[in-house]
């Protein structure tokens, strides 16, 4: 199974830049989608956006589309995440995830299942 890590969350001001990584070890890193997942506290955790396994294609919620971007490096086996315009609404902690799809194709934001999880990385978006 797929090892993720996050990194590179921080604290904030509105309008701002951030970039977060996404490592993965343990297993062929260019066999699986990755998506990042974000929970609020006290809220469900919901999907922003993920890449194919080679990076051909992309998703992205409403939410973030136009301002976070996903690319992945597998040379690396590293995904990133940057975002800007940052609100108070992107406060959270921020998941990478993972799972192997049927061959490289569309990756979907919602109703996805995601095999392998990290631990998460705090993003804090002050007003």
């Known amino acids: 199974q797929l090892r993720l890590v996050e990194s590179g969350g921080g604290l904030v001001q509105t309008g701002d830049s951030l970039s977060l990584s996404c490592a993965a070890s343990?297993?062929?890193?260019?066999?699986?989608?990755i998506g990042w997942l974000r929970q609020a506290p006290g809220k469900e955790r919901e999907a922003i956006l993920c890449?194919?396994?080679?990076?051909?294609?992309?998703n992205y919620a409403d939410s973030v589309k136009g301002r976070f971007t996903i690319s992945r490096d597998n040379g690396k086996n590293t995904v990133t995440l940057r975002m800007s315009g940052l609100k108070p609404e992107d406060t959270g902690v921020y998941y990478c995830?993972?799972?192997?799809?049927?061959?490289?194709?569309?990756?979907?934001?919602?109703?996805?299942?995601?095999?392998?999880w990290g631990k998460g990385t705090q993003v804090t978006v002050s007003s």
């Open positions: 343990g297993s062929t890193f260019d066999d699986y989608v």
């Open positions: 995830a993972a799972y192997v799809p049927v061959g490289e194709r569309q990756c979907s934001v919602r109703g996805t299942r995601y095999a392998s």
């Open positions: 890449i194919s396994t080679r990076g051909r294609y992309t």
